[in-house]
C-alpha cells in the first residue's frame, strides 16, 4: 500500500475475504449546521408565545391545552433533529481495497445501498461550489464507471481531493 493510504480496523457486513477497509467517510459537519440552527431557534417559539399570552385573561382557562401544545411541538423538533442526526450519521462512503460502497439512508425506514469494484473506474472528479465549500472544504465527488450505473455521486464530502487521491492510488495498486 502507498504511504499516503492509511488503513482502517472497520469492518461492515458483506466484507469480502482478504477485503480492508481503507476509508470511510460522511457528509461534512456542515451539512447539519442549518437543520440544527433552525431547530434550537425553532425551541424558542413556545416561550415567545407563552410571554404574550400568559397576559390575556383567557390564558388561565387554556393553560393546560398550551402546555400540551407546547409538548407535542417540542416531540416534533426532537424528532426533526433525530431524523437529521440519522440521516448524516447512516449516509456514509465506504473505500476498501476492492470496492467502494455507498449507503443511502433516504428515510427512517428506506435506504439504498450501491458498490462498485475499482477495477472498473474510468474516471474520478471533484467538484466544490461556492465560497463556504471552499473555506470548509467539502465538496462533491463524481465517479464515472464503466458498469451498468455508469455515474457515481457522493455529494458534501469533507476533503473530496484526498478521497479522491485515496481511490486513484488504490487503483494504481
Known amino acids: 500500500m502507498p504511504s499516503n493510504i492509511i488503513s482502517s480496523t472497520n469492518s461492515f457486513r458483506g466484507q469480502q475475504a482478504s477485503e480492508?477497509?481503507?476509508l470511510v467517510s460522511r457528509r461534512h459537519w456542515i451539512t447539519l449546521f442549518w437543520p440544527v440552527f433552525f431547530i434550537i431557534a425553532f425551541a424558542f417559539?413556545?416561550?415567545?408565545v407563552y410571554h404574550y399570552i400568559n397576559q390575556s385573561n383567557w390564558y388561565s382557562q387554556w393553560t393546560d391545552f398550551f402546555w400540551f401544545l407546547s409538548a407535542l411541538y417540542y416531540f416534533f423538533l426532537w424528532d426533526v433533529l433525530f431524523y437529521n442526526l440519522m440521516i448524516y450519521t447512516l449516509n456514509i462512503i465506504v473505500i476498501t481495497n476492492k470496492r467502494i460502497i455507498k449507503n443511502e439512508?433516504?428515510?427512517?425506514?428506506?435506504y439504498a445501498s450501491a458498490e462498485l469494484d475499482l477495477a472498473k473506474i474510468q474516471d474520478?472528479?471533484?467538484?466544490?461550489?461556492g465560497a463556504w465549500a471552499a473555506i470548509f472544504h467539502f465538496g462533491d465527488l463524481e465517479i464515472q464507471t464503466?458498469?451498468?450505473?455508469n455515474k457515481f455521486l457522493f455529494d458534501r464530502l469533507p476533503k473530496p481531493e484526498k478521497i479522491k487521491q485515496t481511490i486513484t492510488d488504490l487503483q494504481a495498486l
Open 20 to 22: 480492508q477497509t481503507v
Open 124 to 129: 474520478v472528479s471533484v467538484k466544490v461550489h
Open 105 to 110: 439512508q433516504t428515510g427512517f425506514f428506506r
Open 45 to 48: 417559539l413556545p416561550s415567545l
Open 146 to 149: 464503466a458498469g451498468t450505473q
